[in-house]
């Protein structure tokens, strides 16, 4: 484990990090081994080295506490060698890279081996993963940790399963459900699948001081809320404040809407844009090589684009009340979501049993809100047809022998 003292400057540039090739593992500590796992993956994308430094000075106070630690922790920094280089990623985005297709290829056990950089670090992670999860004999917590490309204050992202509500519900932050299912193959949505508890952190600015600190508030409150550590041993309290005076109220925010580029768009946001700022239906937000791009209805304009690589322009979010969360986790408590097939024009897709076919003739009457309560928020168009899916493991996880702690919880 490699540890060295860290001067983080006010603001960009972006610190310089030292990492080797394939050095994953910032720190792995094993307590009562029966416990809860917590996961923390840091700096996925290279340009995002917060992740990684806050883990880096958490790692001595956790060797501290592991003799009294319930459960395990571990410490893995994403891209390594996009962290060497200070870029996104080198060939491909290692946080779009999960599709069932490219991890069966960087298998350990794949007899393919390609250059590919993302796909050599993909092939050791999934060794650590493997290693993880085999050994897990209680429910598993797994953050991805980020940062954005614009001044913004921190939030929360998760995908919408009844246990990933309950858990990001402990932490004093607005969150963003529903992102998850609007990006296709991210290391969380395949940590999610696996039947972890899953939590996506954007920090703030790439390169600002305080991301670091809110990283590591967040990183500790999350060992405290899983059960690995007590009171005693973490001070709640001066987390909760940090992130409190950087996040302000709690508020969970849909995602309704995200707007899709590719590099041949010519995509060009309109600048003073921010986070969570609101937008009236119609407004132009942006440009590219069609010309002007109007929002779709009025909402909060979320992670809107200021730097060169990526994918998703910008998105649209709504906030949603308390009573439409009491009420989606009724219905599934419920098992309404099994039963939903029965309604005309829905069938279950015969090659994934967390999938609806949904005839549009038929079942428009349906606004999308019912299958969003219902917890299908995943949309695709398959030959004409609409397939919604939801996460696996909604609300029972795979790693506990039954699901009483969680439902007692509720
Ligand atoms: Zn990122």
């Known amino acids: 484990m490699k540890v060295q003292s860290l001067s983080i400057p006010e603001k960009n540039p972006l610190p310089k ?17 029966n416990g809860p796992t917590v996961l923390v993956i840091g700096s996925i994308h290279g340009n995002e080295p917060s992740g990684l430094l806050a883990m880096r000075r958490i790692a001595p106070e956790l060797r501290k506490l592991e003799q009294q630690m319930k459960g395990r922790v571990f410490l893995i920094a994403g891209n390594t060698r996009a962290l060497q280089a200070g870029v996104r990623y080198i060939d491909a985005d290692l946080n779009r890279h999960w599709t069932p297709e490219i991890v069966d290829l960087n298998k350990p056990d794949s007899s393919i081996r390609t250059n590919r950089v993302e ?6 992670l999934l060794r650590i993963f493997e290693r993880v999860f085999i050994t897990a004999r209680d429910e598993v917590y ?38 998850e299912e609007q990006l ?16 996506g952190f954007e920090a ?36 909760v404040t940090t992130l409190r005076n950087a996040m302000g109220d709690p508020r969970i925010i849909e995602i ?43 909402g909060l304009m979320l992670m809107p684009l200021y730097q060169k690589l990526g994918d998703d322009g910008f998105f649209l979010g709504r906030e949603i009340s308390p009573f439409w969360l009491w009420l989606s986790k009724v219905v599934r408590k419920m098992g309404i979501p099994s039963i939903v097939h029965w309604l005309p024009g829905v069938t279950r897709d015969p090659f994934n049993a967390e999938s609806l076919v949904v005839n549009t003739n038929i079942a428009s009457i349906f606004p999308l809100q019912i299958f969003h309560l219902l917890g299908f928020r995943k949309r695709l168009w398959k030959s004409g047809r609409l397939v919604v899916s939801r996460r696996k493991h909604d609300t029972r996880s795979p790693f506990r022998n039954s699901d009483d702690q969680v439902t007692r919880r509720n």
Not at 187 to 196: H, P
């Open 17 to 33: 990090v030292e990492i080797e090739d394939g050095e994953h593992v910032v720190g792995e500590f094993v307590g009562d081994g």
């Open 119 to 124: 796909d050599i670090e993909q092939r050791e």
């Open 142 to 179: 797994a953050l991805d940790l980020h940062s954005t490309s614009a001044e913004s204050a921190p939030f929360a992202m998760i995908g919408d399963t009844l246990r990933n509500r309950e858990f990001s519900r402990k932490f004093p932050a607005t969150i963003l459900l529903g992102i």
């Open 184 to 199: 296709n193959s991210t290391i969380l949505e395949y940590i999610n699948n696996l039947g972890a508890v899953t939590l």
């Open 204 to 239: 703030g600015e790439h390169g600002d001081k305080t991301a670091v600190e809110n990283q590591e508030a967040l990183i500790w409150l999350s060992i405290f809320n899983a059960g690995c550590l007590s009171k005693e041993q973490v001070d709640v309290e001066k987390h």
């Open 256 to 298: 309704r809407h995200r707007h899709a580029i590719t590099q041949a768009d010519d995509f060009r946001m309109e600048p003073g844009y921010e986070n969570f700022q609101p937008v009236r239906k119609g407004e132009v937000v942006a440009h590219d090589r069609n010309g002007e791009v109007k929002v779709k209805e009025t």
